[in-house]
């Protein structure tokens, strides 16, 4: 099953790198990442989504606590969160894209003669159905964030 | 230096190069601690280890940037995986140069990256005090771990002078390892422990790490029950005591992987359950209720699921662990303890190991690599620091060397490093000069770390290596000879072994040579009584021999067993 683990890390060198190491290293996969600092700067947030059962997850997010800069990790998936990703999509003129992506708090950047940039967000998963009805006809390049996430309610990372 | 000194830092083992050259001119106007120079950077680190491991305190290694970092890297590897405290310095190249493929450059902090806790580059010189005292507070608490620290040659710089501050105590937001253990998971513990009608305990390296033996011997006064140790946790309880079962796992007691196998509540003490522990992970104790205590909540429930998972320091959680026993209302059912028990000693009766095999004059030419470590254990009576390299000759010596204290038993137990422990035991023989310091190993591990022979004449470190010559690689050999028909694939070398005689001759040592069994004893009284001098002896052994019992792997539980040659417990 697809989880969502969000890492509160030190905002220092070298400790993104512990974090998607120790993925590496133990066997783990990463599905997509997202990184940007927080708070006063010093710290970071990370999210990660992957694929494990129970105990595999269990097993990731005790090994990331590990890493002597995570100060706090959680895995969203085990009650309730929001979750959005953000994408952005390069295109030749498409009514077709467009509606999509309009369905999806689609904005438009740039429109030229050849073609357009847009964004839009939504959960991951009417991110992916979109993605999949664009197809390949028209579409020149995508970005994508990868997911990010808050619990819900009053259950906050932070120090 | 002065925050190294402001650690008790005593010994430092290093090797010099370009980029720790302002390191080593500092050494040398000072006088807190001693550098030793080893002969190669992975003696330094094993020797920094074996310190560790003997002292209890954290161990330091100094190496140079590029190939003296990589040469670093098998020592904290094996560091790593035991859980040691270390701290290793490492020269870069200067600031300016890092990532441009310079002279001597390697990327430490990368490299490393897998098998450190932590690690730090130094950015700025002012930083240097603070970094090495939260590199050795990382390195000693928790579950303990070796810590590299990386400077770049610029900031070692002489002519650059700052004020040195040094914080009186250590607190990082992001590392703040548990101590104490949860009262509510003690409580439970205990009660499941006094239900029990066929305890185990199950004591690994964390009761040595955690310096919590007299805690895990008072547990037991109160329990009686059985107790086994494994690699790493030897000398955690005396091997003398009724209750020992001896070590467990692969090549553990027919009586301890047997209790393992049938216990109804095992309780595991500073231990992983690693894959040498368990055989097949699926068929492990399948009647048994596991009571998990470990400082690292990621080794909990990782491969074998806690029925009562307990994070704390081992001792502390002992010390609570022992007060609630205490207090419970219910006892154990002594009835049934006494008759597991004894059922536990008609296995060690059925198929324990022979102690006595040295007694038995056996009439063949060939000595029995068991009887030299017999031997050894009554010439030494059996108070010896014994470090070891890798295969036939350490499970030989985990086997028979019966370890009665913590911290008398060093080998590489998690990385399984050959060329561990001739550098380890400098390191020891260093803590504890007054001591006896032995390394048993074998001709194909000797060879791997023979070098530091010399470091041993250069700060006079009488150490006794008694080296179990089969002339093979006696473990890949065993492998073969019952997985691979026999074939021998690179595990032979008889035709080019050197005269090790000749060869701790030539590095200003004394060299023995024994042949036959009817030498053997009174060729060890003879180095023993070498107070002052290295003494290598060469013991050959009969090649054929194979380590038993053995677990039969793959799907095999730990009651499965080869206990001799082509038989099946």
Redesign the interface.
Known sequence: MKRIISILIENKPGALARVVGLFHQRGYNIETLNVGPVFDGSFSRMTVTTRGSENEVEQITKQINKIIDVIKVSDLTEGDHHEYEFIMIKFKHSEKIQKILKGLNGKIHEKNKDAMVMSAWGSSSDIEVAIKSIGKVNLLEIARSGSIGLHEGEKVLKI | MRALKDEGVKFVFGYPGGAALHIYDSIFKQKAFEHILVRHEQGATHAADGYSRATGKPGVALVTSGPGATNAITGLATAFMDSIPLVVISGQVQSHLIGTDSFQETDM??IS??IV???F?V?NTQDIPRIVQEAFH?ATTG?PGPVVIDIPKDKTDPSQLFEYKRAKEIS????QPRVLPHPGQIKKASKKILSAERPVIYAGGGVILGNAHKELIALNKLLKAPVTNTLMGLGGYPAKDKYFMGMLGMHGTYQANMAMHNADVIIAIGARFDDRITNTPSMFAPNAKIVHIDV???SI??II?ADIPIVGQVKESLIALIKEIKRAKIKIDSEALDRWNMQISQWREKHGLDHDLYLNKIKSSMIAPQVVVQELYHATQGNAFVTSDVGQHQMFVAQYYHFNKPRRWINSGGLGTMGFGLPAAMGVKLAFPKQEVVCVTGEGSIQMCIQELSTCLQYNLPIKIININNEALGMVRQWQDMNYGGRHSASTYSDSLPDFVKLAQSYGHVGMKVTKQSQLKKTLEKAFAMKDRLVFVDVYVDPNEHVYPMLVAPNGSTKDMWIKKNTKA
């Open positions: 902090i990368g990256r897998p806790k932590h690690s580059i950015q990382i579950r990082l937001r992001s590392y690292d909540p990621a429930s990782k699921n």
